[in-house]
């Protein structure tokens, strides 16, 4: 992995040597830079709208399809603003590839241009990166909170009586010593979470780099300082939603704020602002607090993780509607008057505390558990709960709360003091930026002008705008009627059960044989892809790759490598897999991806709508459905020289009234068929071919 930050300075360069080049100037020295490279006339257009954005101050939504070469359009108007300017996240491939392949490429290639290297730097949460107060005392851990059911043994035993999780800890003891940066991503061959859990820091347990005995030594305070001091800052969604959220100042002033995979980040909000209480919880906080409070505030606190366990007890899954149930009520009741007499007897962290790093984390749990408490209780309107099972056999059960949008906490603070690019492949549902731009709390947009056409470019969203934003569709440079077909079963029956219906388990296999594999199916559920899997190694010869069997990235190689292999999988495959060339030249979806009657928050957004006299369907899953099926079909057509099929098996997408056609006017514009025998006969001509 590259240095987190490039070599340069940024002190000595003034303001106006960094307007002596345009972004036009320096997206071709970048484009140059690669072998091969050739200018795009969308990339060379969304570059211009954010050089133009920046000095209008006017927040901007770009839609760029894929092979656009998006993150080039944006990092090099960004190296044209004063100050840092933070590029976010929603994935850690992304975040990646900016940081490993695409930052180092550009800092080379503008070098010429702008007289001096540009710098960069990665910024994480705090628990990405090794503490060195906890690593001291990572071996006296409490049994229940970390490796061992008996009395923890010091480090020396740990080969012994610890095996492979000590293995791990030694070795992080070892990396620690010659580390620079303490970036779990830097540590190679890495360890499981169990392991890091004992040598990182969450944020809400850290006493502060004045506080700590390690303070002058620490890397995640390190890594704000390099950020700090860079052009350009790669964070990721969470970490941006925490920053807005609690009020953190983690991440570094600034003018210009780049969200790419801007459909993500309502969501990544919704998480951040999302609590829940667990009895497990409750009773590391009960262990955490014991030493520092009376035996009969800690016995409190486990009284009140035992009166959770009991009203969780007998709750199916599901959201709370009417309020919680008496005996849930009663136990929450219960944790925040425990919580809150524990954190009076504990008192604030001073400087001279014997411990102050196990006396904040004490504080912080249950700071954390009671203000979830307190939440609950209060029972916000906007606010919803729900009842959460794992589905892992373990026996997890939570209480979960999550505000019902997250709109407004956007308006409120993405905007102000910065200027704001969201960009994406999918901004555009039903051909149109509004329900993506009210999503993320940008006023309603003026009327919309008429469609503009651009020479080279598929885009047909026109341009609309709000109160202080604009937005612009640069297309994508694929020739997506010439490279691909979207075909539509619409002669199956309509899906009715879960799991894979017969007809459309024959469909699939008639489509799969006709190219012979090279597919990648995307299902609604893990029980169809299983049936799915299931059908095709008793009927066929093909190798089958399926989700949940190896890990993804190995998978995901073995489908690259194994022409006739076949991947299927569930909603992680719909967004994560990368695959240009002839590996993969058929893509199957088994059913609309409508959120499940079951999904808390989805169900909640609904009936508010529908409480309102709108439809919660026509606002809320149609467009979730709408995001996540571009999303699945952009994985056919990853490059200019992709061919190949879509093949939907839901016969809704053509015999839906309304949502239908909305639908696929959110998909890139496909040569469309319903004919079977359409889609077999080019399955089998890219077989011969």
Known sequence: MVSSVVAGTVSDVTAATRKKATASQLLAAAVGAVPGGSSRPGQEEMAAAIERAVKQREHLLVQAGTGTGKSLAYLTPALLVDGPVVVSTATLALQNQLVEHDLPRLADAVEPVLGRRPTFAVLKGRHHYLCMAKLEHADEETPTDTLFDDAPPRATQWLGEAGKLGKQILRVQAWAEKTKTGDRDELDPGVDETAWRQVSMPARDCVGAARCPYGAECFAEASRVRAREADIVVTNHSLLAVDMLAERNIVPPHKLLIVDEAHELADRVSSAAQAE?????????SRRAKPLVSPAAAEALAEAADALTVGL??????????????????????????????????????????????????????????TTAQRLLTEDRYDVAWVEKSDLGNGRRALVVAPLSVAGTLATNLYDERTVVATSATLTLGGRFDTVARSLGLPAPAPVPAARSGAGLTADAPPVSGDGWSSLDVGSPFDYPRQGILYVAAHLPRPAASGLPDPAGEELLKLVEALGGRTLGLFSSRRAATQAAELLRARTDLPVLLQGEESLPILVRKFREQKESCLFGVMSLWQGVDVPGDACQLVVIDRLPFPRPDEPLAAARAAAVDATGGSGFAS????????????????????????????????????????GAFLRKSLPPFWYTTRPEVAVGALQRLAKS
Do not use: C, F, W
Not at 278 to 284: H, I
């Open 313 to 370: 007890s007998d709750l199916p899954a599901g959201r709370l509607t009417t309020g919680l149930p008496p005996l849930l009520h009663q136990a929450v009741m219960l944790i925040e008057s425990a919580t809150r007499a524990a954190l009076d007897a504990i008192g604030d962290v001073k400087n001279d505390d014997p411990d102050p790093v196990r006396k904040q984390q004490a504080k912080a749990t249950l700071d954390d558990i009671s």
């Open 620 to 659: 809320v899953s149609v467009p979730i459905a709408a995001v996540r099926l571009a999303q699945g079909v952009g994985r056919l057509i990853r490059s200019t020289g992709d061919k190949g099929v879509v093949a939907v098996l839901d016969s809704r997408l053509e015999t839906a009234r309304g949502y």
């Open 277 to 285: 209480l667990t009895p497990e919880a409750v009773e590391r906080a």
